[in-house]
């Protein structure tokens, strides 16, 4: 696997290197001594799929309260989707900014999402399936978001979402303050 920063501390995009023959091809998605070594310190213990089968469909920007921050692995398993990450954490450099990449079941590419980094994503073709590995498991109850379109984060979509939940469009307007 190779590791590559983006503008948001901690986030990586990270690209498979996969071992190709004549049958096809083969490679590793993840691997605790590998995010160690590229010093993060990840190692999923919930595998999730969230299925789209809408092109325009948003999702996010969702992340969970400490002590239940989750730490993920995103990938496009089928389809095409514009993955975003979006720093919360009011102590780090790039406090409010985001990234975003575009992952595809055809890059095979993936996006590490840290503790404290919310995350969302607009599907860019039907039938996007994305696969996520999460540490540590879900705790329901300390869930949080923010609003995909709040302007404190001016987060560039490449489209209007078609499709998006009540909760996810709802989200009152950011304030940096001790809640967050």
């Known amino acids: ?90 102590d780090s450099p790039t406090y409010l900014r985001w990234a975003a990449e575009e992952l595809s079941a055809d890059n095979a590419r993936a996006l590490f ?14 039938d996007t399936d994305v696969l996520y590995q999460i540490s540590p498991a879900f705790q329901p109850g300390h869930e949080a978001g923010v609003r995909w379109n709040d302007p404190a984060f001016a987060i560039t979509w490449p489209a209007q979402p078609a499709l998006i939940s009540p909760r996810d469009a709802g989200y009152p307007d950011y304030l940096r303050s001790a809640d967050h």
């Open 1 to 90: 696997m190779r590791f590559s920063p983006t503008p948001i501390a901690s986030v990586m995009v990270v690209d498979i290197e996969p071992r190709a023959d004549d049958r096809g091809a083969f490679a590793r998605l993840q691997c605790p001594e590998e995010f160690s070594a590229a010093g993060h310190a990840f190692v999923p213990a919930q595998t999730s799929l969230s299925r789209n089968p809408r092109a325009g469909t948003l999702r996010g920007m969702h992340y969970q309260f400490a002590p239940y921050g989750e730490a993920k692995l995103v990938r496009t398993v089928r389809g095409r989707m514009f993955d975003v990450a979006l720093d919360l954490r009011p």
């Open 113 to 126: 999402i840290p503790e404290g980094v919310a995350h969302g994503f607009l599907t860019l073709e039907p």
